[in-house]
């Protein structure tokens, strides 16, 4: 049975040298269903690997006319497309290479390396499956493992195709049964199963490919002896052929059931199955098969003793005409064995006479080959010596050639090193550049911001000593100068005036009046006692109210604005907003002027619009007035943003962010 199983094994490997078996009605379905996504899609890229796909099709089913049109038609939508161009190199291998050419599938799994999607995984996989079947047929089964357990393995896990991952672990299995480690084949083609069981497919293919690593783990387990699991996984295979009928899995059945019965010594049933199969295999025209079945029986009757039974079955098997010399010489030899064994010596004679003919005739074929072989020796044994002489002068010239190559490697180390030498002191020498350049960048830009910061601090001086001396003079105007104009018009209404001086006294109060108004006026500008006693959002009302006339309407609005704003802070505000309405009101020409001011925790907006006549942003510096120079000084104290937008009779409005503290 083991023998079996290696015959087997062999004939799967080399079905999966190309496509996977479909039976044809299941690739014609295929075929029909990738030929409407052809009709239906607009892509050229999805068009042209359709293509591929059944050219491979056709080829694998013999029809290489359609294979080649196909083909054909794949080739002409590649164009520019480098991904395309790279994925054709992979399906021209089956189609145009040999596929026994590992070299070339290396070079495809290259070029699908840098491409990172499920479905180039999945390809990759199937290439480097073929690279180590390549092997397994060449006998070199630590390469076969190799390839598949390092290589094939992560990329088919990468793909998350379970069919393909099935795949990989079944012929790492298949390499150690080979190698007659049956616990590791048992290991492997365990995950095998679990891996394909686990897709849950519902094709014949799905079922056929079930069937065969049930059948396989059926072999495993009679070798192990282990006899009542290998007939769970006979039946596991019955219930699948039960409900799918496949002629491809139910002959390799009937033969695995049948070696199962044979090896508990079941032999009735062992040949029924062996009758099934051989009356199958006729149906399919199947002569290969037919012979394995009827070896098999053979072998029951030896067993069983039935001489006459198995010498009708090797006579039958032996006038195969298709038979190989070394095939009817070893039936031959069993022929003469089994005549002898029932006392026939005639015959026993006549076969072992046939046997030795047989026998001679291949010995003479080896020894036609031996013979030719000689003489090639014979005719070559006077170049040998030349070629000695030769080799001899060739190994000189070689050595010569080594030590030149050697003294020319040496020199160009040298040369390479040197150079690197070079390359690494000059870009030390650009980096120390660099860096000095950038150190003196820094040194500039700490030179600047201390500058700025001794700038913004005179400038906070400056200003807190103008703000000091402004509150002294309005408080001294306000407490010393304004309360004695105020106490002489009271003096002045208490006089008991004449008539001849009404008009003189008239005139004398009212001019008093006007001089407190303008006195307090002045003391206002200085220092508004209001933003002191009743806080900004007062402060800013008044200014607006004592600057509205009949000509230009003020409009103030505040959001948000809070009393624990820090007074040098309400102060510096105050004085922006109040420098903004006098340079409206002296520049702008307006009739409309609008002031917004807004709180949110630290940031203060300022926004001032107005329907003036508006200006030329672009040349503000060419202003010699201090206004706007003031306005921006007080806005750098604050870390503040201060931005003008107007143009020529389109009005300005003015926007100023300011970070304020609190008290």
């Known amino acids: ?361 291949l010995n003479k074929k080896y020894e036609k080959n031996k013979v030719i072989e000689l003489e090639a020796k014979f005719n070559n044994s006077e170049k040998e010596k030349k070629i000695i002489a030769l080799e001899s002068e060739k190994q000189k010239a070689e050595f010569e050639n080594e030590n030149n190559k050697l003294y020319l490697l040496l020199l160009c180390i040298t040369f390479i090193l040197m150079l690197s030498i070079i390359y690494f002191l000059y870009r030390n020498s650009k980096i120390q550049k660099k860096i000095a350049f950038q150190q003196e960048i820094n040194f500039n830009q700490n030179l600047s911001e201390l500058k700025k910061e001794k700038e913004i601090e005179i400038m906070r001086a400056m200003i807190n000593s103008e703000e000091e001396e402004r509150k002294r003079i309005a408080r001294d105007l306000h407490d010393g100068i304004g309360s004695r104009l105020s106490s002489l018009k009271m003096c002045l209404g208490q006089i008991n005036n004449e008539e001849k001086f009404k008009n003189e006294f008239e005139y004398l109060s009212e001019l008093l009046s006007t001089s407190i108004v303008e006195l307090r006026q002045v003391s206002f500008n200085l220092m508004p006692e209001t933003l002191l006693r009743l806080g900004l959002v007062s402060a800013i009302k008044d200014l607006c109210y004592t600057l509205n006339n009949d000509i230009i309407e003020i409009e103030f609005n505040s959001n948000g604005i809070k009393n624990n704003i820090a007074i040098s802070c309400q102060i510096a505000i105050f004085r922006i907003v109040q420098e903004l309405l006098i340079n409206a009101l002296k520049h702008s020409h307006c009739t409309e002027l609008m002031i917004d001011c807004s709180q949110n925790d630290n940031l203060f907006l300022i926004t001032i619009e107005d329907n003036g006549v508006g200006f030329n942003v672009n040349a503000i510096n060419e202003f010699k007035g201090l206004g706007l120079k003031n306005i921006q000084n007080r806005v750098d104290l604050l870390n503040g943003k201060f931005e003008i937008v107007s143009k020529n009779n389109h009005g300005t409005s003015i926007n100023i962010e300011l970070i304020i503290s609190k008290s």
């Open 1 to 361: 049975m083991r023998s079996y199983l290696i015959i087997v094994l062999l004939s799967i490997c080399f079905q999966l040298e190309g496509q996977e078996y479909k039976s044809l009605n299941d690739q014609s379905i295929e075929i029909e269903s990738l030929k409407k996504i052809i009709n239906t899609t607009k892509s050229d890229s999805l068009k042209c690997i359709t293509y591929f796909k059944i050219a491979l099709i056709y080829k694998n089913r013999k029809e290489n006319v359609l294979a080649k049109d196909y083909h054909k038609k794949a080739i002409e939508l590649i164009g520019k497309n480098k991904g395309l161009s790279d994925l054709s190199y992979y399906y021209c291998i089956d189609l145009t290479y040999e596929a026994s050419d590992t070299i070339k599938f290396r070079y495809a799994d290259k070029l699908l390396k840098k491409y990172k999607s499920k479905e180039i995984y999945a390809l990759r996989s199937n290439i480097l499956f073929k690279i180590a079947l390549i092997y397994q047929r060449l006998d070199y089964p630590s390469e076969t493992i190799k390839i598949l357990i390092k290589e094939a393995l992560p990329i088919a896990i990468k793909s998350e195709s379970k069919k393909d991952l099935s795949n990989v672990y079944k012929l790492v299995s298949v390499v150690f049964y080979n190698q007659e480690d049956i616990i590791k084949a048992s290991q492997y083609l365990n995950l095998s199963i679990k891996e394909l069981e686990s897709s849950n497919e519902n094709s014949n293919e799905y079922f056929e490919d079930l069937i065969e690593l049930y059948l396989y783990k059926v072999e495993i387990l009679s070798i192990q002896k282990k006899i009542n699991e290998a007939f769970v996984f006979l039946n596991k295979s019955q219930k699948i052929l039960d409900k799918k009928f496949s002629n491809n899995g139910i002959i390799e059945f009937y033969f695995s059931k049948g070696s199962l019965y044979q090896e508990i010594k079941d032999y009735n049933n062992a040949l029924l199955e062996y009758d099934k199969g051989i009356k199958l295999s006729k149906a399919k025209r199947d002569s290969i098969s037919i012979d394995r079945f009827k070896l098999m029986k053979f072998d029951v009757y030896m067993l069983q003793k039935k001489f006459f039974d198995a010498k009708d079955i090797l006579l039958n098997v032996l006038s195969n005409k298709k038979l190989t010399i070394k095939d009817r010489a070893i039936y031959s030899n069993e022929l003469s064995k089994l005549y002898k064994e029932m006392k026939d010596y005639p015959n026993a004679l006549k076969y072992s006479e046939q046997y030795s003919i047989l026998k001679d005739s």
